[in-house]
Nanobody, 127 residues
Framework: QVQLVESGGGLVQAGGSLRLSCAAS????????MGWFRQTPGKEREFVAAVAVLTWSGTSRFYADFVRGRFTISRDNAKNTVYLQMNSLKPEDTAVYYC?????????????????WGQGTQVTVSS
């Protein structure tokens, strides 16, 4: 069982930056692939970024096309935390952002493939 708690959301002007954090409970965080999703009212939850389990050869990261080059996902297994650094924010990035975990699997882009979810953190980008 994993519990996820997101933080770092807030109000920022277009072009600004935010860093979201997702703290995970449990001793097996390193065995989970982690993802970030976002959702706006009336829309389905959409994939933003994912990071694989860290191995001896490193890790791999995946991004949605609309954030590639602006957002960076990273993980710190010593702190049981995954981050989403968001730069060059746009008003259309406004959403509730969720982190998610899936055990011992390659990173997933479908929300339905994740086992655990946080409660979400609101990001609002003003124009």
């Amino acid at each position: 069982q994993v519990q996820l708690v997101e933080s770092g959301g807030g109000l920022v002007q277009a072009g600004g930056s935010l860093r979201l954090s997702c703290a995970a409970s449990g001793r097996t965080f390193s065995s989970y692939s982690m993802g970030w999703f976002r959702q706006t009212p009336g829309k389905e939850r959409e994939f933003v970024a994912a990071v694989a389990v860290l191995t001896w050869s490193g890790t791999s990261r995946f991004y949605a096309d609309f954030v590639r080059g602006r957002f960076t996902i990273s993980r710190d297994n010593a702190k049981n935390t995954v981050y989403l650094q968001m730069n060059s924010l746009k008003p259309e990035d406004t959403a509730v952002y969720y982190c998610a975990a899936v055990f011992k699997a390659a990173p997933k882009v479908r929300a339905g493939d994740y086992d655990y979810w946080g409660q979400g953190t609101q990001v609002t980008v003003s124009s």
